[in-house]
């Protein structure tokens, strides 16, 4: 029950907190690398995205900006992350940049808090930074107060021939556990009274969560899965959704929940009147036989 009220509170946490504070000692967001040494052309490597505070975080919202010309996304490995709760996949845009957006149901304190790891590729020699835009965190004090955290960017080399920076990622196949599905429940929408709420845990301990989907039935058919958002907003009258998870190495795990009173309220009931007005369509027709 402790877990569920968390779950609600960082999933509104999400989207209604927008209340400012000044912190004397505010948190830093920074990039982890372990070698200031020149990435090799072509190769791929990793970079941490990490956050120090002494005051108790659970909402992180930013977005990477990194030079595109240089360096291609290649995937992002969000196992051992704090992040419990994503809102969405990171959104990578063609511009060069990527928006992460997550809580954790457990607040952090102290240094060296991984947020995740973006995989990049060189893919031009040259020099470039990485850097934060217009990043958001907020204390876990029950009240969602949202604060403007420091920043540190984070010097990118690309030579012909260089050392990885940050580690290399697990080859693929080396993860072959599928990704958890921790909690998934439908919640009420204090905003919006025509729909409800699917809130969910997923995580990855190997190579992270690739790719998150979900299908429903309003009546006896699925929906096709399409990618979604954590909460997913659905109809009133939705009594059965699934969630498919992927991981990078694309395991997969599946997930159904049932809402047994919007199936009875709402399914059932109509059936039930379909099915009246049938026979009464029925018997008609054979009376008029009859006659």
Known sequence: MKKTAVLISVLFTFVFSEVAVFAYHAPVLYFGVSSEGGVGLGTEFSVEVKVNSDQPLNVYSLSVIYPADLIE?????????????????????????????????????????????????????????????????????????????????????????????????????????????????????????????????????????????LSYRRWFWWTKPIPTQNPAALPLGVWSAKLIVKDNTLNVNEAVIYDWGAFVKYTLFFLAVAVFVAVLVINRVIRRKRL
Do not use: H, M
Request: net charge positive; proline share 6%; glycine share 16%.
């Open 73 to 213: 996304f290649v995937s992002f490995n969000n196992a051992g992350s704090l992040l419990d709760l994503t809102r969405s996949q990171p959104k990578v845009f063609k511009d060069g940049r990527i928006q992460i957006e997550g809580g954790s149901l457990k607040s952090f304190s102290g240094e060296g808090g991984l947020l995740g790891r973006i995989v990049f590729r060189g893919i031009k020699p040259g020099e470039g930074n990485i850097v934060f835009e217009n990043p958001r965190v907020y204390l876990a004090n029950g009240k969602g107060t949202k604060i403007t955290p420091n920043v540190r960017g984070q010097g990118i080399r690309i030579v012909e021939q260089g050392e990885v920076i940050g580690g290399q990622e697990p080859k693929i196949g080396a993860d072959t556990l599928p990704p958890r599905i921790e909690s998934l429940l439908f919640i009420d929408d204090p905003v919006v009274q025509t729909q409800k709420l699917l809130g969910f845990i997923v995580k990855d301990d190997g190579t992270g969560i690739k790719e998150v989907l």
